[in-house]
Every structure is written in C-alpha cells, then in structure tokens.
C-alpha cells in the first residue's frame, strides 16, 4: 500500500425545492431524511446544528467518524471537516446553485464536493496477477512473467477484469456501502488506457453526471457515474461510464 492519498469526488444533483429547503438536506439533521442509517450524536446540545464548530458523530459498518461544521451560508453553502480514526479524513462542502433556464423555476441544483485525505489504495503484487491471470485470463503476459518480457507489453501486467474488480473493491471502500444502491443495470462504457504492472497502486476517482428519479418506481432513481482508477503516478489505466440505483426516500 503507498501513502495517503487524495482524491477529489464532485457531483451534482437536481432537486425540485426552494433553497432553503434543498439546503437542509445537508445539515446533520436533514440528512436522516434520505440518507439510510443516518443518525448524527451531538455529544453536547445543539439546538442550531449548522452553527460552526458543531461537532457529531455517524457510524456506519461499525466506524465512527467525527464531523465539524467549518462553516455556513444559510441556503447557499455548508461545509464540513470529517475524520474516521485510522481510515480516512477530509472535507465535505455542500453548495446549492440557482437553476438554469432550462429548468422549471421550481427546480435547484445541489452541488456536492467531497475531498478526502488518506482515501484508499490497492497495490497489486506479481503474486496477485499471476493467481488471478491463471484463474480467470490465463494469457500468457498474465501469468508468466519470463514469457510476458517477449510481448509487445514487455512484461508482467494484470488483467484488465482484475483491474475492473479492483474499481469495484475501491468504489465499495470508497461511497457505496454506506448508500441504499440497489444495484445496477451495467455499462456504457469500459476502457483500458494503460498496463497495471507489478507494484502499481491504484485508487479511484468517481464523478457523478447526472441523476433522475425513476418513471415506474417512485422510490427508486438512478445515477450516472464516471469511474477513474489511476495509478500511484496518476496516469489513468481504466474508465467506466455507468449507472448505479438507489432507493429514495418518498415524502407521505
């Protein structure tokens, strides 16, 4: 594994309400309105939870993390400092955007920013490469290292479908497992930019598109996605463009 590493996920999501409305969805009591487990512990009172220098904490699979408000601009912007002890730490800023003509007039952008410090990494050893080349993609420059040198890759490189799970494995370590995605209907678009080698360190940049609610089921939407997993140099060695399904939360 290399050192801490920072990334950087931006997105942005269309919401029908005023902004003083969309901007309560991203105060520590307004996210228990649609974000699943959510429930923020105020270790002292706080009758105004976007005052700055709030403190609370969350847990989600069994870790804590510990929030600051850094700073507030009511119906315009929220900003925070998070850190899960022995993970990962950063910054979350939530940012409401005024429509664009386009838009009914009822409608409200939300722009989220997340940077986090010390995000997840994976390295792949040879041992690694070798034992899924000769499991799932037994070619030759999978799983032989001497024999991989007369290629045109010149030597050892990992599947890109180890590649492709390794995306998947940080994605999960990264967003997915604390949301109520509910699966996805595939890929528009895969593709391999540049050789994993021996000792590569990959990690991953995620960056929303669009969203929209589901036409024939009111509780669920989906989101479109850009995945990109770079290396410890941060070439980029994969991309892929897809949707993920998420439950929402339906007012009565």
């Given amino acids: 594994m290399t050192g801490p590493q920072r990334r950087r996920l931006t997105g942005r999501i269309q919401v029908g309400l ?6 309560r969805l991203f105060t520590p009591r307004g996210e228990r309105d649609w974000v699943d487990g959510w429930q923020p512990r105020f270790p002292a009172p706080a009758p105004d939870d976007t005052e700055p220098g709030t403190v609370f904490e969350t847990n989600a699979h069994g870790q804590t993390t510990i929030w600051l408000v850094l700073g507030r601009e009511r119906g315009k912007r929220i900003s925070y400092a998070r850190v899960t002890p ?4 950063g910054t979350v800023i939530g940012a409401i955007s005024a429509s664009t003509p386009a838009m009914r007039a009822s409608d409200e952008h939300v722009a989220l920013m997340r940077d986090e410090i010390g995000a997840a990494t ?10 899924f080349g000769r499991e799932y993609d037994p070619q030759t420059y999978h799983t032989d290292a001497e024999a991989a040198r007369h290629t045109p890759f010149g030597g050892l490189i990992a599947s890109g479908w180890q590649t492709c799970g390794v995306t998947m494995r940080l994605m999960c370590d990264g967003y997915l497992l604390e949301t109520s995605c509910v699966g996805s209907p595939g890929l528009e678009e895969l593709r391999w930019l540049k050789p994993v080698r021996p000792g590569d360190a990959l990690r991953l940049k995620t960056t929303v598109l669009e969203s929209s609610p589901s036409g024939k089921q009111a509780n669920r939407g989906t ?5 990109e997993t770079l290396n410890q140099n941060g070439e980029l060695v994969l991309s892929m463009r897809g949707r993920q399904m998420f439950l929402r939360r339906v007012p009565a």
Avoid: H, K
């Fill in 122 to 131: 994976r390295a792949l050893s040879e041992e690694d490469i070798v034992r």
């Fill in 18 to 23: 005023p902004p003083d409305e969309a901007f």
């Fill in 86 to 89: 022995g993970d990962q730490a």
């Fill in 223 to 227: 989101v479109l996605f850009l995945w």
